[in-house]
């Protein structure tokens, strides 16, 4: 195979075999292939786009170019959920023990944050102790105990993705759905579980910012997922606001056990019960949804998911007295209320810039060598549809006693729009994709 031949085939939009695909990404991964090269093909992708065979062949070779995992002995019932990256997700503490406690056995590999999207190890590491590593003996220690285990990736797994990406990063070739679709499910399909259930954020805080881009994302997932022998599900969600009220990794950690209690908010409650039905429905081909959610709206409330979630933190250094309150972990802290400049509905947020908001105070990573501060944050007081006035808070911030945030607080008041009138605002579930 001639590389050039290869980029100008893709250049001129016809289709590549699996051999080629598959010779390509071995040669890039074993740097026989240079980035330039790489490059080039990236950018015909990008223009040219791939079929659904081209990319589940993609998303087949960087799946298999490094460590697959795979839970032979824990018979048939595993299924990941991965969510597209949104503002304030905090479902996987909800999920993972909820759908463990439902008999689903959920082995999760997650990544930590950059930019206006917070990450779920970050978050675990808020809570002091937390080991979010682990050997791989340890991982299937941890499937076999609790029916969960939420970890960093590995660096094994995907390597070719990880190489990819980064090209893709500096070479503005990240935008494309069949690299975007092949990258997500490359992970996902080495990561072994039989079911995947996909979370594909819409909106203004998210990747997509039209539901008919992400319909096209979830169902390009969607076809992966079932050509590689992978029962997938995805649904569509709203990120015009961000989910629940907290965003900042104690906060969300504490919004998530309020959810574990039967006590969080309405957002989250419903989007964690709605996927983990979905992962159910993965397991069992004959459940309706309706008794799916029945069964888990159940489990919810029966307590079982929460002590799940404490037992498993407990496993992995946390300390379980913590959890009835976390009050300790603020100190040095200090709490500052924002009030809207004008009264009215609100009637959208800009969830990137609120994300951005959080990261400025400490919560996230503007780059990969910046230090977290688990304690900072913001907690949003109202949500969308809300009408507010100018002697009402809107959010409040946590920040570090003595830090100037006056950038932060300028930036907060651009992301919200107010209108005179109540809003018509999008559902929290749009749409599903099987
Ligand atoms: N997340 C990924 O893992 N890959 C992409 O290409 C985009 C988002």
Partial sequence: MRMTDVIERKRDGKALTGEEIKALVKGYTEDSIPDYQMSAFLMAVYYEGMSDEEVAALTDAMATSGETLDYASLGNKTVDKHSTGGVGDKTTFVVAPLAASCGIIVPKMSGRGLGHTGGTIDKLEAIPGFKTDATKEEFNTLLKTYGMAVVGQTQDLAPADKKIYALRDVTATVESLPLIASSVMSKKIAAGAKGIVLDVKVGSGAFMKSADEARKLASTMVSIGEALGRKTIALLTNMDQPLGYTIGN??????????????????????????????????????????????????????????????????????????????????????????????????????????????????????????????????????????????TPWVRLYVRKGTSCEDTKRLLQECIELGAAAPDTLPLIIDTVT
């Fill in 250 to 391: 104690l906060l969300e950690v504490e919004e998530a056990i309020d959810t574990l209690k039967g006590e969080g908010p309405e957002d989250v409650t419903e989007l964690s019960v709605q996927l983990v039905a979905r992962m159910l429905m993965c397991t069992d081909e004959s459940i309706t949804f309706d008794k799916a959610y029945e069964t888990v709206k159940a489990k919810l409330l029966s307590g079982e998911a929460l002590e799940k979630f404490i037992s498993y933190s407990e496993s992995r250094g946390a300390d379980r007295a913590l959890f009835s309150s976390f009050s300790s972990l603020y100190e040095g802290v200090e709490t500052i209320d924002l009030y809207p400049e004008q009264e009215g509905y609100i009637h959208r947020f800009d969830t990137q810039g609120i994300g951005r908001a959080a990261m400025w105070l400490g919560a996230g990573r503007a780059d990969k060598t910046s230090q977290i501060d688990p304690a900072v944050g913001l907690k949003l007081l109202k949500k969308s549809g809300d009408f507010v006035s100018t002697d």
